[in-house]
């Protein structure tokens, strides 16, 4: 065991002195599911890092403390836990850009907990960034069917539309996200710069409808 790296990543997870497993993981999570970090896709820079620092720790913590497999350490981790930790590496590879691997973690996340609207957000977004907005829209309306609530849902669920030029369906979403999201001023400005863009697109559709009629004469 390399106890300088796993002293160092038991005082980036704010531990001190010889912790279990347990305790590492415990402290992991505690701090990773601070509200800071509940909604980690609109964070800026220096959260995203702290983000990834704490994660990184948490796993050299867990290499250096233990030769066992990944199979044998699991039995140490209550169910929660576990879907805890399978959401946080989805969301760890979703920050460092590796969506294969990202998209994997949140649908093993899926599978342990079928009512998670959150890892369906993940996997809607990878999917949107692979510009595959047919597969993108079915994530984000299954998380809204299990959060009606969820504004960052109908946020994203708009965007797609807004991508896949449904301009009417990307209106109705960004309505709902409108009475959705009083104090949350981040999605509010998104939300206002989505219709100016909406109505962008429509003008310049419109001018060109305009013109393809004039030339046919």
Known sequence: MNTTFLSNSLKTLKLKGASSIAEITNAYLNITGNQK??????LNEQAKEEYIKYHEAYVLAVREFSTESSEAVQVYYPQEDLFNILFNQGVYHFLKENYLKAGEKFEEAVRMDKEDSLSRIYLGLILKKRK??????????????????????????????LKAKKL???????????TLSFYNNEIIAMTKDAFIEIERIRMKMGKKSILTRVFKK
């Open 132 to 161: 595959n907005y047919y597969a993108a829209e079915r994530y984000f309306l299954k998380s809204i069917e299990l959060d009606r609530e969820n504004e960052y849902a109908w946020f994203f669920l708009g965007q797609t539309y």
């Open 168 to 178: 009417n369906k990307a209106s109705s979403a960004f309505r709902k996200t409108e």
């Open 37 to 42: 970090f509940s909604k980690i896709f609109f």
